[in-house]
């Protein structure tokens, strides 16, 4: 129900993180942070001792985008209308993308004077049009990653090892185009290679 992560951030300073999933888990991510931290093993002894310079927290909605994100006069963007990669819980590139195909429509919306629902369903069309079906697909496999106990965690980061590392980013990143996924059921072995088939067939639905 979480994942955690060490980023190099170039010279001496790492950016270090831990997700949660609530309300699987009711473990406070602040906690197992410090929980991690003072923990004795290979990874954080490489960053010991250590000061910390800066700490963020927040929440990321993982349940899906809302059904609709548009009201009279109002345009919902980002985390707070739910689009984001649930893979990874990533948002910011895609509220960039998204923010700006918000801000033509607003600006189009001010420059006519018509703040309606239906003159703002622009917005709605353009967003889910680029991204609903990858959105959708993540938050698929983001519901399949809770139900992992430890034993199939460990299957499975086994199993990665055996992907090239530019087809398991790009992986994370929500590329699940056919090209993509037949190149990883060739690296995949025999373990999860049913997961890509899933996907593909999806994908062909």
């Known amino acids: 129900a979480g994942y955690g992560w060490i980023f190099p951030c170039g010279g ?3 950016r270090v993180g831990i997700a949660i999933t609530h309300p699987i888990s009711k473990v406070n991510p602040t906690k197992a942070l410090e929980l991690f931290l003072s923990s004795d093993n290979e990874i954080t002894e490489q960053i010991k001792p250590y000061s910390m310079m800066e700490f963020h927290r927040g929440l990321i909605p993982s349940d899906g985008f809302l059904p609709k994100a548009v009201h009279n006069g109002l345009i919902v963007v980002g985390d707070s209308a739910g689009q984001i990669l649930a893979i990874v819980g990533e948002g910011i590139r895609f509220a960039v993308d998204i ?6 429509v607003a600006s189009e919306s001010v420059s006519s004077k018509d703040y309606s629902e239906e003159f703002l ?10 991204y609903e079906k990858k959105f959708k697909r993540a938050n698929e496999i983001n519901k399949r990653l809770r139900s992992y106990k430890d034993e199939d965690w460990d299957e499975k980061v086994n199993a990665i090892a055996h992907l090239d590392p530019d087809v398991f980013a790009k992986l994370l990143k929500g590329d699940f185009s056919p090209g993509l996924l037949f190149k990883a059921l060739r690296q995949y072995p025999n373990s999860i290679s ?4 899933r996907i593909v067939k999806r994908m062909r639905t």
Do not use: D, P
């Open 12 to 14: 001496s300073r790492v």
């Open 121 to 130: 369903m622009n917005y709605e069309k353009k967003w889910r049009g680029k």
């Open 194 to 197: 049913s997961t890509i088939l």
């Open 99 to 104: 923010g700006h195909m918000a801000g033509v």
